[in-house]
């Protein structure tokens, strides 16, 4: 039965894409997604496992252009390279393709050509934040030292990507940190029991198990400082995938986060599936002097993943979250958008049925200047009667409304993981990669 996992095998370019509705007249520049796509006959035992494939989508003068293309071309296909297949980012005038276990593939924004690793070295997972009142890019890396290694390494490029700041520090354990927080002034990343079980390498499992019994860590550390002052805070033995936002106020640094009472897709160490609820948005908060635990507060009941927010203000105060969320518990997947308005405690919801399949919301501003949280949404939606995916455009103020606009897509998009609307650029379908 076909769903919206299974990769698509065509690398395809098309113009004046057909347009359900009116686009947005200031919503000028191109949407890149990511995610894993195994070539045909490449055997992938995990589905985090495939080759990278970036779906781009450029808009502008109320028309859409699409292509697709492997990250890595078949010819320049190695181990070093990783699969590049979890996230895509623009940083310093290039676009990156990012995962978890290696350096940034480097692509050309206009028309996604491979660059390689460039000058880029080391491990380089897939959530680096921008901050957005330097430009800079701070990054971090686990298992840094090798595979199932305790080592975590943090660092920032400058605007220009340069190297400015690079520090290491040892975890209790090997972690799978996929996400961390990111201040004007501290990197905080929970060091959470989703942790390497070698014995567990072979197969589907990527060697990390749920362990429950190491318990959970937050460290905090200053952005600019030797690893060595890292501070350790206890938190909930629980896990967490992916991070909304973190700011400090009154000498207290505040994460907000998506978290799991056990994590889906991965065994206990001794191959037991757990059954895994949605995750549920929490806030965590610890003071920025001592070492006190983690304090928690839930945030709603509402479940769903890939958070996301209007980026402007990342590492500030903030009211709204955008997410994808599920038309029920029992369902897989995810079928929704959701505006969570932390300010009121209250949602936002558009549905778009049982047998849907949404991509995380990126919120786009309605301009330079606009207020906080005035702006689009933009996902990607397949339903199983449909041809292809389609983009959808959504006022983000009124996502229960639905759609303000939607572009027909030539095939699939496949479920991903994650990706950037990058303005005032756009693809030059003339330039072949």
Same mark, same amino acid.
């Given at each position: 039965m076909l769903n919206n996992r299974n990769p698509v095998y065509r690398e395809i370019d098309a113009a004046c894409l057909p347009i359900e509705g009116r686009l947005p007249p200031g919503l000028q520049g191109t949407l890149y997604r990511n995610g894993p796509n195994p070539r045909a006959g490449e055997a992938s035992q995990h589905w985090f496992l495939g080759q990278g494939m970036i779906h781009a989508i450029s808009l502008g003068g109320g028309q859409a252009t699409y292509r697709n293309r492997w990250v890595i071309p078949q010819e320049n296909l190695t181990p070093q390279l990783g699969k590049a297949n979890t996230h895509v980012i623009a940083h310093a005038g290039t676009l990156m393709a990012l995962e978890e276990?290696?350096?940034?593939v480097l692509l050309g924004p206009d028309t996604l050509a491979f660059h390689g690793h460039g000058s880029?070295?080391?491990?380089?997972?897939?959530?680096?934040?921008?901050?957005?009142?330097?430009?800079?890019?701070?990054?971090?890396?686990?298992?840094?030292?090798?595979?199932?290694?305790?080592?975590?390494?943090?660092?920032?490029?400058?605007?220009?990507?340069?190297?400015?700041?690079?520090?290491?520090?040892?975890?209790?354990?090997?972690?799978?940190?996929?996400?961390?927080?990111?201040?004007?002034?501290?990197?905080?990343?929970?060091?959470?029991? +989703?942790?390497?079980?070698?014995?567990?390498?072979?197969?589907?499992?990527?060697?990390?198990?749920?362990?429950?019994? +190491?318990?959970?860590?937050?460290?905090?550390?200053?952005?600019?400082?030797?690893?060595?002052?890292?501070?350790w805070h206890e938190a909930p033995p629980v896990h967490a995938f992916h991070i909304a936002n973190a700011w400090e106020e009154h000498d207290r640094?505040?994460?907000?986060?998506?978290?799991?009472d056990v994590p889906p897709l991965f065994p206990t160490p001794g191959g037991v599936r757990v059954k895994a609820a949605p995750a549920r948005p929490c806030r965590w908060s610890v003071a920025?002097?001592?070492?006190?635990?983690?304090?928690?507060?839930?945030?709603?009941?509402?479940?769903?993943?890939?958070?996301?927010?209007?980026?402007?203000?990342?590492?500030?105060?903030?009211?709204?979250?955008?997410y994808a969320s599920r038309s029920g518990v029992e369902q897989v997947g995810f079928q929704a958008i959701t505006r969570l308005d932390l300010s009121r405690g209250a949602i936002d919801q558009f549905d778009f049925g049982l047998a849907a399949s949404v991509s995380e919301p990126v919120f786009v501003p309605r301009g330079d200047d606009a207020p906080i949280d005035d702006g689009w949404l933009m996902s990607t939606v397949w339903r199983p009667e449909w041809a292809g995916s389609k983009l959808v455009v959504f006022d983000a103020g009124h996502v229960a409304d639905g759609p303000v606009a939607a572009v027909i897509?030539?095939?699939?998009v496949p479920d991903g993981f994650h990706g950037s609307f990058v303005p005032d650029v756009f693809l030059d379908l003339e330039k072949s990669r």
């Open positions: 276990a290696h350096a940034p880029m070295t080391g491990r380089f997972t897939a959530h680096p934040k921008h901050d957005p009142a330097t430009g800079a890019l701070v990054f971090f890396a686990y298992a840094a030292g090798g595979r199932h290694t305790r080592t975590i390494r943090c660092g920032s490029l400058d605007a220009h990507g340069h190297l400015a700041w690079e520090t290491c520090f040892e975890a209790p354990f090997c972690s799978m940190v996929h996400d961390a927080a990111v201040t004007a002034r501290h990197i905080a990343l929970p060091v959470l029991p +989703l942790a390497a079980a070698p014995a567990l390498d072979e197969g589907d499992t990527l060697g990390f198990a749920w362990q429950p019994e +190491l318990g959970g860590h937050l460290a905090v550390l200053r952005r600019g400082a030797y690893g060595s002052e890292v501070r640094l505040f994460l907000d986060l998506f978290v799991y920025l002097e001592g070492r006190e635990p983690v304090r928690v507060e839930h945030l709603h009941d509402m479940a769903g993943e890939f958070p996301r927010i209007d980026d402007r203000h990342a590492g500030g105060s903030y009211d709204q979250i955008y897509l030539p095939q699939r």
